[in-house]
T-cell receptor
Framework: DAGVIQSPRHEVTEMGQEVTLRCKPISGHNSLFWYRQTMMRGLELLIYFNNNVPIDDSGMPEDRFSAKMPNASFSTLKIQPSEPRDSAVYFC?????????????FGPGTRLTVT | AQSVTQLGSHVSVSEGALVLLRCNYSSSVPPYLFWYVQYPNQGLQLLLKYTSAATLVKGINGFEAEFKKSETSFHLTKPSAHMSDAAEYFCAVRKGGGSQGNLIFGKGTKLSVKP
């Protein structure tokens, strides 16, 4: 299996621009997670989906952030407008389901730089 | 609410020495605990997990961890460090009881291995 696929791997954009990050989970996995990693705050869960439905978006920083999962094989995280403080590495992860002992499989991440 | 505390943001050991990375958790219900490793510029990879079976859990790359309920700890050990173990290690907890709980990650411990 190819694992969780994220694109782009690196994104540099100017403040105010729209940014879209993409994720393809592992085939057959029913849960998908978006995380943000920074030096200051560590690894934070932004939102997670189960069977394409958002379950918990309490970690989404503000209305500038939105996430969608139109089907089982694709999800996007959009930032509009972007700000320098959004600079971070964004990870997507998937897991087979929601059983407590199930692990999450992480993608390689997208490093976002907002200038 | 669940939480994890990793003691020591940086740990340095010599090659061949014992590796001990500390993790304490807080959970009101029986927890599920995970250790992940992150190599530079990569996503997180599962090392091992505790799911209420054996208290001593063996993982990949020679790592193991012991669940101690009385101490609320889940420390990660490896008898002999290798240069390739240099990475950042994250402890995570997930609420048990059949919930759809998320993984809560610690701040991470960066392991350096000296030749």
């Amino acid at each position: 299996d190819a694992g969780v696929i994220q694109s782009p791997r690196h994104e540099v954009t100017e403040m105010g621009q729209e940014v879209t990050l993409r994720c393809k989970p592992i085939s057959g996995h029913n849960s998908l997670f978006w995380y943000r990693q920074t030096m200051m705050r560590g690894l934070e869960l932004l939102i997670y989906f189960n069977n394409n439905v958002p379950i918990d978006d309490s970690g989404m920083p503000e209305d500038r952030f939105s996430a969608k999962m139109p089907n089982a094989s694709f999800s996007t995280l959009k930032i509009q407008p972007s700000e320098p403080r959004d600079s971070a590495v964004y990870f997507c992860a998937s897991s087979p389901g929601t059983l407590d002992g199930e692990e999450q499989y992480f993608g390689p991440g997208t490093r976002l730089t907002v200038t | 609410a669940q939480s994890v505390t990793q003691l020591g943001s940086h740990v340095s050991v010599s090659e061949g020495a014992l590796v001990l990375l500390r993790c304490n958790y807080s959970s009101s219900v029986p927890p599920y605990l995970f250790w992940y490793v992150q190599y530079p510029n990569q996503g997180l990879q599962l090392l091992l997990k505790y799911t209420s079976a054996a208290t001593l859990v063996k993982g990949i790359n020679g790592f193991e961890a012991e669940f101690k309920k009385s101490e609320t700890s889940f420390h990660l050990t490896k008898p002999s460090a290798h240069m390739s173990d240099a990475a950042e290690y994250f402890c995570a907890v997930r609420k048990g009881g059949g919930s759809q709980g998320n993984l809560i990650f610690g701040k991470g411990t960066k392991l350096s291995v000296k030749p």
